[in-house]
């Protein structure tokens, strides 16, 4: 069984502040990892993806993975109120000559202003 | 551009009618994602086609019944559906359904269905 832990949260940081999201994995031969957002009431996009150990930067994101630890996490710098989603964590794996997101359950941001 | 579309983007059926859902891709992808999301939950896949060809069917029940015409479209067919089925429908796509590289995958705005 191929698992993705996320804290559900939920998570409130100040404006302009650090928001720090976090990932587990269970299967160790994952390759890549994904980050969506989602906004209440909308479909989940893509913000990151990260497929090697160390960081990934793409303006105030920030992606770090671990496979030692099995771990990922998102990074949020000046964290804004338009931040204030449900992050999804997703890791794919093979099956049946496709592959499949596993998700984590989503940590819930809220950025109060 | 890495555009998805759905239509309808609200759906509200009784449990006797039959309708389709409709998903569109015009990125070349050649994998595409039928997914279900109810609130507070992450999407729960229900069918994977590769290929224009079913790969995948999570078990789900016969009342839902996906459809691949072509390599852009992607259709769900619904009968009979049961209360318990109202839920935020996701269509999703990703360039290549190889099993040892994990592409990026797209997900479109979605079909809120409501069944009465």
């Known amino acids: 069984q191929k698992e993705v832990e996320q804290n559900s949260g939920p998570l409130s940081v100040p404006e302009g502040a650090i928001a720090s999201l976090n990932c587990t994995y269970s299967?160790?031969?994952?390759?890549?990892f994904f980050w969506y957002r989602q906004y209440s009431g909308k479909s989940p996009e893509l913000i990151m993806s990260i497929y090697s150990n160390g960081d990934k930067e793409d303006g105030r994101f920030t992606a770090q993975l671990n496979k030692a630890s099995q771990y990922v996490s998102l990074l949020i710098r000046d964290s804004q109120p338009s931040d204030s989603a449900t992050y999804l964590c997703a890791v794919p794996y093979s099956g049946a000559g496709s592959y499949q997101l596993t998700f984590g359950k989503g940590t819930k941001l809220s950025v109060i202003p | 551009d890495t555009e998805v579309t759905q239509t309808p983007k609200h759906l509200v059926m009784g449990m006797t009618n039959k309708k389709s859902l409709k998903c569109e891709q015009h990125m070349g992808h050649r994998a595409m994602y039928w997914y279900k999301q109810k609130a507070k939950k992450p999407p729960e896949l229900m069918f994977v086609y590769s290929y224009e060809k079913l790969s995948i069917n999570e078990s789900v029940p016969s009342r839902f019944s996906p459809e691949c015409p072509n390599s852009s479209l992607l259709n769900l067919h619904l009968h009979a559906l049961q209360p318990e089925d109202s839920a935020l429908y996701l269509c999703?796509?990703?360039?290549?359904?190889?099993?040892?590289?994990?592409?990026?995958?797209?997900f479109g705005p979605g079909t809120r269905l409501t069944v009465t």
């Open positions: 299967d160790r031969g994952s390759q890549s």
């Open positions: 999703a796509s990703s360039q290549e359904p190889h099993w040892d590289i994990s592409y990026e995958q797209y």
